[in-house]
Structure formats: structure tokens, C-alpha cells
């Protein structure tokens, strides 16, 4: 069961919401994470991006995706409480198909982990 104060906050935000004017508290944190895990995202879908999405549909979908980022941080950070693991469990159960494969790591990741470890070794040999 949620708490009064849970339940209040909800109602806020509700109404701020509705105003068009609701204010999160982001971490530093959060912001920043959520740039580098965009950064990512954007890394590996280049490729995608190139063959199938202009520039200037490329530019409504990168604000989407870091939103969106920054909102599950968010959401993943708060989890500790009730409502906010309510939440996090209601996105999971909407949004998440059994047919979604498991993540693995990206070849992009993957190929700049050898490059360091290239260099690594040069370094080290020097």
C-alpha cells in the first residue's frame, strides 16, 4: 500500500502534469549516465540510422531515446519504494514482450574493448 505522502506526490504530479509544468529532481547522476547510455544507443544505431532515417527524423527520435534513458534511471533509482517500484514493475509488464531476446553486450562495445586492450599492450611493450 502506498503511503500518504507517496499518494500526495502522485497527486502533484498529476496536477502538474495537467498544467504542462511537472519538475523531477534529477541527479547529476541520472543526467549524466543517461548521456552516456545514449550515447550508446545512438553509437549502435548508426548504422540503422544511415539506412533508414533522415537527419531530421534522427533528431526527434535522439531526444526520445535519452528521455526516455533518463525517465528508466529515474524509475530504477526510486524503486525502493512502493510506488516507485510499482512503477517500474507496471513499465516492465506494458512494454516488455516474451519474444524480446536477452541483451549482449554490443559489437561496438566489444570492439573498442579490444582497441584498449591493443593499446594496452603497445603501451605496455614500449
Given at each position: ?16 502534469l495537467?498544467?504542462?509544468?511537472l ?5 547529476k547522476?541520472?543526467i ?9 544507443i ?41 510506488l ?11 512494454n516488455?514482450?516474451?519474444k524480446?531476446e ?7 562495445f ?7 586492450e ?9
Open positions: 500500500m502506498a503511503t500518504e505522502k507517496e499518494i500526495k506526490l502522485v497527486k502533484e504530479n498529476f496536477l502538474a495537467k498544467k504542462g509544468n519538475k523531477y529532481k534529477l541527479t547522476k541520472q549524466k549516465n543517461a548521456k552516456i547510455i545514449s550515447c550508446f545512438r553509437g549502435d544505431i548508426e548504422d540503422f540510422h544511415c539506412e533508414h532515417l533522415s537527419d531530421s527524423q534522427m533528431g526527434v527520435l535522439n531526444p526520445l531515446i535519452r528521455n526516455a534513458v533518463v525517465s528508466a534511471l529515474y524509475m530504477i533509482d526510486n524503486s525502493d519504494t512502493q516507485g517500484s510499482l512503477c517500474v514493475n507496471s513499465q516492465m509488464f506494458l516488455m514482450s516474451e524480446w536477452e541483451p549482449e553486450m554490443s559489437d561496438s566489444i570492439a573498442g574493448e579490444e582497441i584498449m591493443l593499446i594496452e599492450d603497445i603501451n605496455n611493450k614500449k
